[in-house]
């Protein structure tokens, strides 16, 4: 996966890892074709705005570089308009996802890219705690924190939101 941007990484590995895939990080464009040498990886995401060496180039090097490999690259992108998708396809990507990443779009681009299939099974949750065992009305949050949550919430920032929860849970 190809992103400079921490968070975006952070989530789209914990969608891949949750389902055994293993992941491979790179920062920029310069950085995922040192590491594709290194791997060759079935599959890349790949972010297009990027610094050092953006997607696009990133994408037409490893095509020239790597010719014999079947690459299976799929954009990584917040917007997908109709001219973009085209010059996607006319580089030969697999697909695009949209940003915020929804695990539902990644896994079917990996079922129709490389013809993985996923095995769902049915979790029966339960709580040893009811809703009667907690008086929610007795918990005092710092507002400071719940700012901080909101304000990860709306930025999608999942690393955030995760340290302010831990921070909460303490």
């Given amino acids: 996966m190809v992103d400079d941007i921490e968070e975006n990484r952070d989530v789209l590995k914990k969608l891949l890892v949750d389902v055994g895939i293993d992941v491979i990080e790179a920062i920029n464009g310069q950085d995922a074709l040192n590491k594709y040498r290194d791997h060759h990886p079935d599959m890349i995401f790949m972010d297009i705005q990027m610094p050092v060496t ?46 915020p990443f929804q695990s539902e779009q990644i896994y079917s681009m990996i079922h129709e890219s490389l013809g993985v299939e996923f095995e769902y099974e049915e979790i029966e949750i339960t709580s040893k705690l009811t ?40």
């Fill in 54 to 99: 953006d997607g696009v180039k990133t994408i037409r090097r490893l095509k020239e570089d790597y010719s014999e490999d079947p690459l299976k690259i799929v954009i990584n992108s917040e917007s997908a308009l109709k001219h973009e998708r085209e010059r996607y396809d006319k580089l030969g990507c697999a697909g695009i996802v949209l940003k």
């Fill in 131 to 170: 809703e009667k065992a907690i008086d929610y009305t007795q918990i005092n949050l710092p507002e400071k924190q719940i700012k901080k949550v909101k304000a990860a919430l709306e930025l999608y920032n999942i690393t955030q939101l995760d340290k302010n929860i831990n921070m909460l849970e303490t």
